[in-house]
DNA sequence: GTGGTCTAGACCACT
DNA sequence: GTGGTCTAGACCACG
């Protein structure tokens, strides 16, 4: 788990670490049940105040993403016990709103619909393949 | 020009008012040429401050969506005087950035590539036929 | 003369109407003595409300760029009855500072002396040779 | 930092603030690195409200001269990280317009183009040395 | 009447 | 304590 963050960037610290940890479980790169660092650990090795990543792993553990194992610190949730508030397959009002400015954005920088969906495919199939590190072959297990 | 604010959201006021008007320029609700409403008219109409308008405004001449036509007010910016810094068809980092952050979340929430493309068809699709004109093609329906 | 005026800058169009002439006189396309566009015409000629223009002529006047000829408008200042403020061969205090902030902004954008000059004599010399219009010989009379 | 301000100058005061740490940057005064004043601090000994000072900082950020570092405050951009904007040694066209202005103004005032480059090259020198440290060669006169 | 600028005071999120 | 945001007033240059 290596965090790049920019400290002068207008996104919250303790966001980029939720968000970059969100996309490591997206992209497979977190497998369910792999136990995250302890906060006082991630805080050394990225170099923030430990309120910060106590910040970012009570978002993740309200958002359903982790949950706080008791005995050894936080893991990713099992997909069995799936996010509460996701009823089926559909992104939360927030997000869904944050598309639409993208897709706004896509429009005013000249994208027609075919190069939007066409940029999106390969954003999304981009980390797929990767679960693990060395052997990409885990689909078939 | 009815732009919906929440004062309790998290977005900054002149940020909601800057994407909303991104979005009517997207949506073809704001057309090309047409002017908008002066920095005061739009201030008292939302019940917000002029320097908050003053801000929304400065952010959208400096990404190129308006220009300020010193002789009356704002006007969306013609097509034939592009945004400078958008080279060609292609998002900015940072739109970029959260359009993988949202991948991430559909795929957190069971979204598979399909679903997605699906989504995102159909949100790019929605605003697409009004604008050309005053009376749309819904009444046909 | 035909003026380009940018109405969206956020420079004044009455100092645009009245750079464009002093650079028109440094480059010879103005000629001393020569008769400038009245008032009227130039403000029909670019659009603009006569007292901008009147603005811009008042600005030249005092500088002593124009002559008010009385009878028949304004003309550009002869040789002869140089401006009055200007001792010897030096800039005014606020383009000096002009200057300064431009040899401050070259250096930020990584350029030497060495590339300065070489701009500035590109600059300066880019219009010298163009007195009139198709016989460029001119400094020969 | 010792900002000199001029209250009855046409040119507004957050400009004023922007220009002049342009100037020290590119000057050496201020440092790749190097921490400026809170945005209170600033105000206070400058006797300008915050929001002023806000303003100029903000159009430094844009322009990537500083950068907010989030736990502190704004730092001098290194240049590792050189301003995203310029592609490699040329000015911004808003620049050489004044650059050319100048160089009519100085046509304008007698100079021939040897004056002008000995003026420039003066202007330019003058601030090279110091800035490599506290004590610079100037003590050896 | 327009946008641009500024002030004095305030609240909030982040660290 | 930091920057970011907002308010309610105000003045000014410009056209």
């Not at 910040?55 to 016990?81: F, H, M, P, T």
């Not at 027609?112 to 078939?140: I, P, R, Y």
Request: aromatic share 4%; glycine share 8%; with cysteine.
């Amino acid at each position: 788990m290596i965090l790049k963050l920019d400290f002068s960037s207008e996104i919250p610290i303790y966001l980029q670490i939720r968000n970059q940890i969100v996309m490591g479980v997206a992209d497979g790169k977190l497998k369910p049940g792999e136990k995250l660092p302890t906060i006082r650990a991630l805080a050394d090795e990225a170099g923030v105040n430990t309120m910060t990543v106590n910040k970012a792993y009570a978002l993740l553990k309200q958002e359903g993403v982790i949950v706080a194992d008791r005995r050894s610190g936080a893991r990713i949730r099992q997909q069995e016990q799936q996010r509460p508030e996701s009823g089926a397959l559909s992104l939360s009002e927030k997000t869904l709103a944050d598309l639409r400015l993208i897709i706004a954005e896509a429009k005013l920088a000249g994208m027609g619909q075919e190069d939007f969906l066409t940029l999106c495919a390969e954003e999304f199939a981009k980390h797929n393949q990767n679960g693990s590190d060395s052997h990409s072959e885990d689909q078939l297990n």
